[in-house]
């Protein structure tokens, strides 16, 4: 990719997130000032590949997710040609970790699509959500829980006192519910991580990333910076269970991969804010692919140290 940037117009990075519901491709464009740096997102491109429905059903990715697969990672990489991008960073998440030929289709679509690839584990992913320095956006003298919920896994952080206190992968996730195919004490495991570690700590706050948070959110007709109420989010998930997924698609708008798994997640954020007594969440519309952006900028300014 482009190795030269013109610092007016900032230099452009991209993030790709091969997740167990869908593939990600987010182009951000850097601006960089004195002491100030911004973060501008030029296109977000997402495709339904749904990986986890081979892992948490079968513990494999098939032949055919793999061709699908191989087409639209060639397809980012043209893109991202085409856009003569500065720097990019590919990660995958819950459904390829867990994958038995993980590896494998890995070490495949690397081969045929030039594109390297990192498998996080889930303490790196949590890590990565949270490199948004969402604190610098919100009142860090409050407390917060960070709550991701993806296809297969929620990672929460815990931020107090201007640090992070703790953060957990949980493989509590929309199609792991969807499929049936949560293990029998993961609910409680993550109960009781929530309930150690916001223990003393009031009044704590929410933040919401995720595909489906955003929807709610938007569904809420809230304006943007405000926060969702724990009962406005708990009548949203009441209201979309009396529908059936065919009239979530055609009365309410929701794409078919979109309307069989936000019941289930609604109901991973209210549990989370029950247990945290939780009565307000932020919805910052980020996630795990601005967090990668984010490191990939600053291993780009640790680079350019180095060499100086």
Request: glycine residues 6%; hydrophobic residues 40%; without cysteine.
């Amino acid at each position: 990719m482009n190795s030269s940037s013109n610092k007016q117009l900032g230099i452009l990075l991209a993030a790709i997130d091969i997740g167990s519901n869908a593939i990600r491709l987010l182009l951000s464009r850097v601006f960089e000032d004195k002491n100030f740096v911004f973060f501008h997102k030029e296109e977000l491109i997402r495709m339904s590949v749904r990986l986890g429905e081979d892992v948490f059903l079968q513990g494999k990715i098939s032949d055919e997710k793999i061709q699908r697969l191989i087409h639209t990672m060639n397809a980012y990489y043209n893109i991202m040609q085409v856009y003569n991008i500065t720097a990019y960073k590919a990660v995958a998440t819950s459904a390829m970790r867990d994958a038995a030929n993980g590896k494998e289709v890995i070490q495949l679509l690397e081969r045929e699509t030039h594109i390297k690839i990192d498998i996080l584990d889930g303490k790196t992913e949590a890590n990565l959500i949270f490199a948004n320095h969402i604190e610098e956006i919100l009142d860090p003298d409050k407390a917060y829980m960070y709550i991701d919920v993806g296809g297969g896994s929620t990672e929460i952080t815990i931020y107090n006192k201007h640090k992070t206190i703790a953060a957990k992968s949980f493989n509590i996730g929309t199609l792991r519910l969807l499929y049936n195919k949560l293990e029998p004490d993961a609910w409680d495991e993550m109960k009781h991580w929530i309930k150690k570690h916001t223990q003393g700590i009031y009044p704590l706050y929410a933040i919401g990333s995720g595909g489906n948070i955003n929807k709610l959110y938007k569904m809420s007709g809230k304006k943007e910076n405000k926060s969702l109420g724990f009962n406005r989010l708990k009548g949203l998930y009441e209201m979309l269970q009396s529908y059936t997924y065919e009239e979530r698609i055609k009365l309410l708008g929701l794409k078919p991969d979109r309307a069989d798994v936000i019941v289930h997640a609604a109901k991973i954020y209210l549990t989370a804010m029950k247990t945290a007594n939780i009565e307000k969440i932020y919805v910052p519309q980020i996630g795990l692919s601005d967090g990668v952006i984010h490191q990939l900028y600053e291993e780009i300014k640790l680079q350019k140290i180095s060499n100086k």
